[in-house]
């Protein structure tokens, strides 16, 4: 299991300096840490998070924005409105719910259809483990430096220590 | 009635008025009619022009404005845009940005799709933004009243909502003629430092 400092800190390391999102269990650990550094900014709605973070790109700083996989269905219209067709990246650090058809009611359809969904949209994705972790951010970082688009790295139950292990 | 009462003067009129007052501070214009009427009225690289993404444009704004503290950050918004994107009321007001000044184009109509009413005219949303933490906010219905608030508005901490109450008309004013990654590279460039 990844600690979430390691995470916050391999993040840091790749220059990502803007850090927005809405909470999930699954990424409680990595906001703890976030906030223990003061280097987050909580919004109220995903597609919020996207567009501050879009703001923050254009102002110079590397934005990563958190959310659970049901954040992507909220935040869909800025996502390909706003970031895709203006060349707006950011790094989306989604939490994968409903994966494998465990998880309460409201996770499972967007948890069975996410990887389409993320295709469909044609956002970049890649999902975390600890054993390809090193590649795992270097791609993620080529990707957003190379597409200037969304890329999301998508995280799985277990995989970074959350608040209650 | 629709407008209301004593408002005189288009959106056109109001962002004329506005963009006199304005030189070099960024500017984020939300989708439909603000960024077409802005975009022929004075076209400057510290303009990003939105094109969808309705009810976004506080929020890339406040983006800029976190991102450069020492820039005083604007953003041009419309009745509908502020309702659907309410929840940025209340982030602006809880973080305070003292650089984010939020100016508001309130017909109580969708311009872009046929003048169909939006419910601003019983949701006062200056009322919205003071109670969620906005430091000032002002509502105004003519010209000389939103140049007299928008200037003590430059010169104070914020955050700050001026509404200002505009008729119907659309400019004649066409599609923003830049690309939109373009948009997105000539600001970049233009807020540098």
Same mark, same amino acid.
């Given at each position: 299991m990844i600690e979430s400092d390691a995470f916050v800190q391999a993040l840091q390391d790749m220059g990502v300096d803007f850090f927005t999102g809405v909470p999930?269990? @699954?990424? %409680? $650990? @990595? @906001?703890? #840490?976030?906030m223990v550094r003061r280097i987050y900014t909580p919004a109220v709605r995903e597609d919020e998070a996207v567009g501050m973070a879009a703001g923050a790109y254009m102002a110079g700083k590397i934005p990563a924005v958190l959310m659970q996989n049901s954040g992507l269905g909220t935040s869909l219209n800025t996502l390909i409105s706003l970031n895709m067709i203006y060349r707006q990246p950011c790094i989306l650090i989604v939490s994968w719910r409903g994966q %494998? $058809?465990?998880?309460?009611? #409201?996770?499972?359809?967007? $948890? #069975?259809?996410?990887?389409?969904?993320?295709?469909?949209?044609?956002i970049p994705h890649r999902t975390l483990t600890e054993s390809t972790a090193v590649e795992d951010f270097k791609w993620v970082a080529e990707t957003f430096m190379k597409q200037r688009i969304p890329v999301a790295l998508v995280i799985t139950k277990g995989v970074v220590k959350g608040l209650h292990p | 009635m629709r407008p209301e009462e004593g408002t005189l003067i288009s959106r056109a009129q109001a962002l004329a008025a506005l963009l006199e007052l304005l030189?070099?501070? *960024?500017? !984020? !214009?939300?989708?439909?009619? *603000?960024?077409? &009427?802005a975009h022929k009225i004075a076209d400057r690289p510290t303009h990003f022009y939105m094109i969808g993404s309705m009810?976004?444009? *506080?929020? !890339?704004?406040?983006?800029?404005a976190l991102a450069k503290p020492n820039k005083q950050v604007i953003t041009f918004d419309g009745d509908g845009n502020v309702l659907m994107g309410m929840g940025t009321l209340a982030t602006v007001g809880a973080l305070k940005p003292k650089n984010f000044i939020h100016?508001?184009?309130?017909? &109580?109509? /969708?311009?872009?799709?046929?003048?169909?009413?939006?419910?601003?005219?019983?949701?006062?949303?200056?009322?919205?933004?003071?109670?969620?933490? /906005?430091?000032?906010? &002002?509502r105004v219905l003519d010209r000389e009243d939103l140049v007299y608030e928008f200037k003590d508005m430059l010169k104070k901490d914020g955050p700050s909502m001026l509404l200002i109450k505009v008729n119907e008309f659309a400019e004649d004013a066409g599609r923003v003629l830049h690309e939109p990654p373009d948009i997105t590279k000539r600001f970049m460039k233009a807020i540098e430092g």
């Open positions: 999930d269990s @699954i990424l %409680g $650990g @990595i @906001i703890a #840490e976030l %494998g $058809g465990k998880d309460a009611p #409201e996770h499972l359809v967007m $948890g #069975e259809v996410m990887p389409h969904f993320l295709d469909t949209m044609k | 030189t070099d501070q *960024p500017v !984020i !214009i939300c989708n439909g009619f *603000p960024s077409r &009427e009810g976004n444009a *506080p929020a !890339i704004a406040l983006g800029v100016v508001v184009f309130d017909n &109580e109509v /969708y311009g872009t799709t046929g003048n169909q009413p939006t419910i601003s005219n019983v949701v006062p949303l200056e009322k919205v933004a003071k109670a969620a933490g /906005y430091v000032n906010v &002002e």
